[in-house]
């Protein structure tokens, strides 16, 4: 037997008595093992690179392939190796979602589900529970209905503590819009004593938007009346609020919403403040867009006729009167701008063009937003109320105490130059 020394003089000189056959052997088998040892360390990286979630399947047809490639005589190896360890790892990440005793919940139709799993899986941060119950919900109706029960069981204050989470929302939207109308009347009796706390929420605003729009007018009209009375200015100049404003507004009748829009007027800040709010003007916006549409459509009913006239009347009468003011606003603007444009308007536009334009027309044209305002005056301006005859004749007359005319002021303005 040849024994081979550690020293490079040894091996080359035992080298010669050695078989090529077993030179040969020794030379695949250290090929063979480098390609093991490189495979790992690709499974490393992968491992490293995978999310703390994912899909279970995945880890099996990694194991099988791998498994399959390294083929059967290095079994028992792997069992012991680092490959080994890292499938342990990949089926222990992609495991069931489990409660606070540890025990794996498993999501079946007849699952008795508790409060505070079910919390836990809905505001599952990863979000491997929260599409876990989504799909089950959208796939049986007995589990959705399961979901619904314990939510309810549960209590307003966990109900609450799902609404307002960025994850946990979805599935209460999911119950929203797949329920019948036996699971849409227990889901407005937890949202109606949490209306205003909901709609003031990023998030839950739009769970109080979904269930509205499937309730009809006297829910409505009455969650308007008890659970936001007082708060009108709130809601509406809100950042959150305003658009369940402008939801019930885009789908219910006037005499639904009209006294809440009355409200407003009643505020001591009054209809101005909230005029001269980002969110707020564009709430009055969309309510004279319906209310004018609605006063000239001939199959508009008597009732909501007359809470339409009411709303414009009320909301009107402030824009005619402080129009000059509002138009040098950053929001209010927006409002003159819709009176001057609105063909169904006519009367307003030309009070406005004759009382707040017409001797301004020099001074608003030089500012930013109140420049619009006279643009838009010049394009809707009616002649036949010699509106347009005496906005030309204004800017063709000389600016006083100078000898040029306000046209040749405006041309060489930076904001009124744009008018033409």
């Known amino acids: 037997m040849l024994l081979l020394k550690s020293s490079t003089k040894g091996v080359e000189r035992f080298s010669h008595s050695i078989p090529p056959s077993v030179l040969t052997t020794t030379a695949a088998i250290a090929a063979e093992d480098k390609t093991i040892a490189s495979e790992f360390t690709h499974k490393s990286n992968i491992r490293r690179q995978m999310p703390a979630y994912g899909n279970s399947v995945l880890c099996e047809s990694l194991e099988k392939s791998s498994s399959d490639s390294m083929g059967s005589s290095f079994g028992s190896m792997l069992e012991s190796s680092e490959y080994s360890r890292l499938v342990q790892s990949f089926h222990s990440s992609f495991s069931s979602p489990k409660n606070t005793a540890n025990e794996v919940v498993v999501l079946g139709a007849a699952s008795q589900l508790n409060i505070d799993a079910l919390v836990k899986l809905a505001k599952d941060p990863a979000g491997v529970g929260n599409r876990e119950l989504q799909q089950r919900m959208d796939q049986d109706e007995r589990f959705r209905q399961n979901v619904l029960r314990t939510i309810v069981n549960g209590g307003k204050e966990n109900f609450l503590q799902l609404c307002i989470d960025c994850n946990a929302c979805f599935v209460i939207q999911k119950l929203v819009e797949n329920g019948g109308e036996d699971m849409q009347r227990e889901l407005f009796s937890l949202v109606r004593p949490l209306a205003f706390k909901m709609v003031l929420n990023r998030f839950a605003c739009r769970i109080v938007q979904k269930v509205v729009i499937n309730l009809t007018d006297s829910h409505v009209h009455q969650l308007l009346c008890q659970q936001f009375k007082g708060h009108e200015n709130t809601l509406v100049t809100d950042q959150n609020g305003n658009h369940f404003v402008q939801c019930v507004v885009e789908h219910f009748a006037p005499d639904v919403y009209g006294k809440f829009v009355l409200a407003l007027a009643t505020f001591p800040a009054g209809l101005n403040a909230v005029f001269e709010n980002k969110y707020g003007c564009r709430v009055i916006q969309l309510v004279l867009e319906r209310i004018v549409q609605l006063v000239n459509d001939r199959n508009t009913g008597n009732n909501e006729k007359d809470m339409a006239f009411s709303i414009l009347h009320e909301l009107m009468e402030p824009i ?101």
């Open 320 to 420: 005619l009167k402080n129009a000059k003011s509002l138009a040098q606003n950053e929001y209010a603007n927006y409002l003159v701008q819709f009176v001057l444009k609105s063909p169904h308007l006519r009367r307003q536009r030309c009070y406005i063009i004759k009382n707040h334009i017409i001797g301004n027309v020099y001074h608003l044209s030089l500012l930013k937003y109140s420049s619009h305002v006279v643009e838009q005056a010049f394009r809707n301006a009616d002649s036949r109320c010699f509106c347009l005859t005496m906005l030309f004749k204004e800017v063709l007359e000389g600016v006083e105490g100078k000898y040029r005319t306000a046209l040749c002021e405006m041309l060489f303005n930076q904001v009124s130059r744009l008018l033409f």
